[in-house]
């Protein structure tokens, strides 16, 4: 019997729980808003490395074996490991776990890669196919500016609709042996990809915007929950515009979620005093606001339901180039703290 | 979509609304104040050399040439990019923006090799004001020719 309700959410018969969550960011996330939530917070963006690419893969490597770690699993007992980035061919992660010796199914969601690998993470969890998963994701500011805008010393000014990429990496051990008990993920909502012809490379969070929406109605209506079901409902990347636009969109279908509605990329930075413009963004900024700030607020109770909708901008530098609209997509995934 | 009858049009103006733009009138204070010292500093240049003896021609290229270096040199050193940050087209458009557009991605494609990283990736930025100022240049001679050829 399928578990799939409405057109495209699926609930688990037995939710999944997150035993354990590590986060590792660079300094300007240490410095934010919930800079203290991070497991660890390294001074230097290169990280002894050589190149940018490398200690983004050492960001992805050491988050994970701390998630394995407070999980108190064995290395051995973790059958499969979701991850992915936003470089090109998700090196920034095949590098990462190439010595971690366990198996490995590549993700990518752009920015929305989190949601995703939670998601499908939980399906083959639940599905019977494995007994405890690993989700992950990351980026990198300088391997993400490196690839995708200026070499990093180049003189520029970056607009006011402009985003900061995360350094960091958060992940979450799904495990299916609390019995469903704890802070769990209760239904996944898979988005579609959504084009509402905004070529603006400098303004993703209006890109993707639509996306988020469109996944966040489509949740409601597949679940039949209402915006107030959700102690805190939030977005992955989308910043102060993309935030406002979610807003309108829902508002004007009749969904009313000014009151427990954010973003990871508002929560992340403090755009006064931090220089990040409209808010964070990249795949690390859902994952490390999870696995650091949201998971604690769910192990202290403060939270008890949340809905977290990680946002990815599926473009490339070759499709921005040739003057294509940037394509958006969300993924909801519904976490609960069952007792 | 199928969750919202919004048009891509109505969402455009709705970016619109949302989005902020910069602040053209600061930001033009601001490069005029960097791009006005860059040429004060430069122009101290020819005027110390002119009066240690120097040509006039040869003083005006060395101190394009200093401007060069220094840019360079604020470039390898992590500097550049704020000055220009704050100044804006005050530091881009005189010949120090051109340097740090060459010497940026030579330092950030050093770890790609010597060929295939700063050979290849030195005038990813430059390149292209290279071709288009030659082909203009080109295109202006050949005006200037003709006009010389009618009117002569």
Known sequence: MSKKHGNQTVFFQQPVSIIAAASIVGPKEGQGPIGKYFDRVVEDVLWDCKSW?????KFVSDAIKLAIQKSGLLDTEIDCILAGDLLNQIIGTSFGVRDLNRPFIGMFGACSTFGLAMGVGSMLVDGGFYNNVIASASSHFCAAE???RFPLEFGSQRP?????TVTGNGAAVLSNKTGGKGICVTAYTAGKVVDMGITDINNM?????PSAADTLITHFKDTGRNPDYYDLIITGDLGYIGHELVLKITQEQGYHISSNYTDCGIKIFDRETQDTHSGGSGCACSAVTFAGYLYNQMQNSAIGKLLLLPTGALLSTTSAQQGESIPGICHAVAIENIS | MDNSNITKERFSQMVDKSSPNSNIFTNCCKAFAIGGLICVFAQAIIQWLL?????KDIASTLSSVSLIF???LLTGIGVFDNLAKFGGAGAIVPITGFANAVAAPAVEFKKEGFIFGVGAKMFVIA?????????????IGIIYWLFNRIGG
Do not use: H, N
């Not at chain 1, 969070?205 to 915007?209: D, L, R, V």
């Not at chain 2, 390149?127 to 295109?139: F, K, Q």
């Open chain 2, 51 to 55: 009066r240690m003896g120097v040509e």
């Open chain 1, 53 to 57: 690419e490398q200690a983004e893969s």
């Open chain 1, 160 to 164: 006011p609709s402009s985003t900061w």
């Open chain 1, 205 to 209: 969070g209006a890109a993707m915007a």
């Open chain 1, 146 to 148: 490196k690839q995708f």
């Open chain 2, 127 to 139: 390149g292209p004001v290279i071709v288009y100022g030659l082909a203009t240049s080109w295109v």
């Open chain 2, 70 to 72: 220094l840019a360079s």
